[in-house]
Nanobody, 124 residues
Framework: VQLQASGGGLVQAGDSRRLTCVASGRAFFTYGMGWFRQAPGKEREFVAAISWSGGSTYYAVSVAGRFTISRNNANITVYLHMNNLQPEDTAVYYC??????????????????WGQGTLVTVSS
């Protein structure tokens, strides 16, 4: 599966933003999809994941209640809806795909595919 992320930009604290990840490849429907982010000087960290069916989601504590992940298998797209953005959300956001069934096992080391990053900058 190949991934292409977009939707980053400069926003103000409290704003909302939607990131989009378009996938290609026939195996898309067998993969869980997710988002990671990497802030300047920090390691890439897990943000959110969604099962292949869309019926199960999982979030990092830092974004739970503010971010929502969704997918549309008809147009093989995954979204990350980000609300109430804060300066600490500033990072390059990456979409990822994995066949690991347990979301809490997802790390930057065991994803099967990555998209290129899209930068989100939140000003205070």
């Amino acid at each position: 599966v190949q991934l292409q992320a977009s939707g980053g930009g400069l926003v103000q604290a409290g704003d909302s933003r939607r990131l989009t990840c378009v996938a290609s490849g026939r195996a898309f429907f067998t993969y869980g999809m997710g988002w990671f982010r990497q802030a300047p000087g920090k390691e890439r960290e897990f943000v959110a994941a969604i099962s292949w069916s869309g019926g199960s989601t999982y979030y990092a504590v830092s974004v739970a209640g503010r971010f929502t992940i969704s997918r549309n298998n008809a147009n093989i797209t995954v979204y990350l809806h980000m609300n109430n953005l804060q300066p600490e959300d500033t990072a390059v956001y990456y979409c990822a795909a994995s066949q690991l069934q347990v979301f809490r096992d997802w790390t930057r080391f065991n994803m099967d595919a990555w998209g290129q990053g899209t930068l989100v900058t939140v000003s205070s």
